[in-house]
C-alpha cells in the first residue's frame, strides 16, 4: 500500500515579507517522515482569504491530509478559522466547547476573555478540537484539513497530538552516504542505480567545503534489506 | 502603482523529506521586499515532472515574477530546465553559449566536461543565461520564470543578478514596535488602527520570553510620513 500523502500551508505575511524565518516546515516535514506520512508540496501564502481559500481547497482535493500553520490568534489579520469554513461551505461562529476551553485558562491566569480572545473560540460547525497543551486556544479537524497556530511550540505540540491520531503508512527509512568528489564525476554511476532500484528514491545533494566539492548521496525505501543492498552496491562502483 | 509581483518554486526532495533546511525562501523574500517586490505565494514541490510543470504554469500565470530554486545540476534527479521548457512548449537542447560557458570552467579545472555535466548546459529556446560567478554552470529566464540553483551561495548570487535587471516598485519601508502585552489585550487597538489607515499593512507577531508574553507590532507601507503618523498613533493609543 502506498504511503499516505501530505501537504502543507503556512499562512502569514511575515514568512512572505522575509520579516520572519518559517521553521513548522521543516519540523512538519522531519515528522511525517518518520511516520510514513509523504510530504508532496507546501505552499505559504499571505493573510489574505481569497489566497487561503483557494489554497486550502486545492490542496485538500490533491492530498489525504493538509496540515495549516498560522492565522488562528486573537488579532483582525487571523481569518484562517473563517477562511477553512468557507472553503467547505461550513458555518463558523464560537463554539460552546472552545469557548469552555477559553473561559477556564483566562478564569486560571485572571486575564480577561475579551471580544478578541472569543475570537479564538471560532470553530466550524463539524470540526474536532486540537489541543493546546502551550497556550490552550485550540485547532481542529475539519475533514482532511489540520489547522494550528503558527507559533512555533504551539504548533509543535499540535502536530504531535494530530500524528498520534493519524494511521501512518511504513516509515521511510534512509541511508546516508558522503562522497567527496563533484556530483559530476559521480553521477553516472548514481543514475544507474536509480534506474536498477527503481522501488528506491536516490537524491544527490552538493555540497562546498573549503573549496573542495562533495555530495551527500541519500537513498530512500521502505525495506531496510534493499537499502543495504543498494548502498553495498553504490559503495563498490565508487571504489569506496 | 501597485508594486510587481512574485512567486518563488522551490524544488527538491530534500526540502519535503526534512532532510535540508531551505533558507532560499528566507533570502529571496528578503530581496524582493527591500526592492519593492511583493512576494505573494511560494511552493515547495518534489522533483516530479508533473508536479514542477503544473507548478510553474500555475505560478507564471499568476504573479508577474516567478523564482524557481534546485533541480539544475548535473544529476538524474535534475530536471528544472527540461520542465520549464515543457511548461512552456519550448525546445531544450545543449546550447552553444552554455557549453561555451562549462568548456572554459572545465578547462580551467582540468575536469572532465563529462556528459552529466553536460546536461548543465540544457536550455529551452528563447531562455536568457543568468551568471554563476561561484560555480559556472548557469541559471536561465525564461519568459517571467528565473531558474536558479538550489545551492545558497549560488542561488543568492543568481538571485543578485536577476534582481539588478527588474524595475522594481517602490521600496517598503517597515517600522516594529514592541509591546509587552498578549496580542488579545491589544488587538482591538490594532484593528481600529488598520481600519483607519487602510493604505498600510499592519501586522502582530505575538512571542513568549521567559513565560511572558509579548508581541511585536509591525506596520508597513511605502510612504513614511503615513507610517510616522501610524506609529504615533499606535504609541498613544497603548499609553507608551
Redesign the interface.
Given at each position: 500500500m502506498p504511503n499516505p500523502t501530505a501537504a502543507m500551508l503556512?499562512i502569514g505575511?511575515?514568512?512572505?515579507?522575509?520579516?520572519?524565518?518559517?521553521s513548522n516546515?521543516?519540523?512538519?516535514?522531519?515528522?511525517?517522515?518518520k511516520l510514513g506520512v509523504?510530504?508532496?508540496?507546501?505552499?505559504?501564502?499571505?493573510?489574505e482569504a481569497d489566497?487561503i481559500v483557494a489554497a486550502v481547497t486545492d490542496l485538500s482535493n490533491g492530498y489525504d491530509h493538509v496540515f495549516t500553520s498560522g492565522g488562528i490568534?486573537?488579532?483582525?489579520?487571523d481569518i484562517t478559522a473563517d477562511c477553512i469554513a468557507r472553503a467547505f461551505g461550513a458555518a463558523i461562529d464560537v463554539r460552546a466547547d472552545a469557548h469552555a476551553i477559553l473561559e477556564e485558562h483566562y478564569a486560571k491566569t485572571g486575564?480577561e476573555l475579551?471580544?478578541?480572545?472569543l475570537?479564538m473560540a471560532r470553530i466550524p460547525d463539524g470540526a474536532t478540537l486540537i489541543d493546546n497543551p502551550v497556550?490552550r486556544a485550540p485547532g481542529f479537524t475539519l475533514n482532511n484539513v489540520h489547522v494550528m497556530a503558527g507559533?512555533p511550540?504551539v504548533f509543535q505540540a499540535m502536530v504531535a497530538t494530530v500524528l498520534a491520531t493519524l494511521a501512518g503508512g511504513q516509515p521511510?527509512l534512509?541511508q546516508t552516504l558522503r562522497v567527496d568528489r563533484?556530483?559530476?564525476?559521480i553521477?553516472?554511476i548514481?543514475?544507474a542505480l536509480?534506474e536498477k532500484y527503481s522501488d528506491l528514491?536516490?537524491?544527490?545533494?552538493?555540497?562546498?567545503i573549503n573549496g573542495a566539492f562533495g555530495a551527500n548521496v541519500?537513498v530512500?525505501g521502505t525495506e531496510g534489506a534493499r537499502l543495504d543492498a543498494a548502498m553495498t552496491e553504490l559503495a563498490r562502483d565508487l571504489g569506496l
Open positions: 503556512v505575511d511575515e514568512i512572505l515579507s522575509g520579516r520572519t524565518r518559517d516546515m521543516y519540523f512538519l516535514a522531519g515528522e511525517l517522515n509523504d510530504l508532496k508540496e507546501v505552499r505559504v501564502v499571505s493573510d489566497a490568534g486573537p488579532t483582525h489579520d486575564a475579551n471580544e478578541a480572545r475570537r497556550s507559533v511550540a521511510l534512509s563533484g556530483e559530476g564525476e553521477a553516472a548514481l543514475s536509480a528514491s536516490i537524491g544527490c545533494y552538493p555540497f562546498q541519500v530512500r
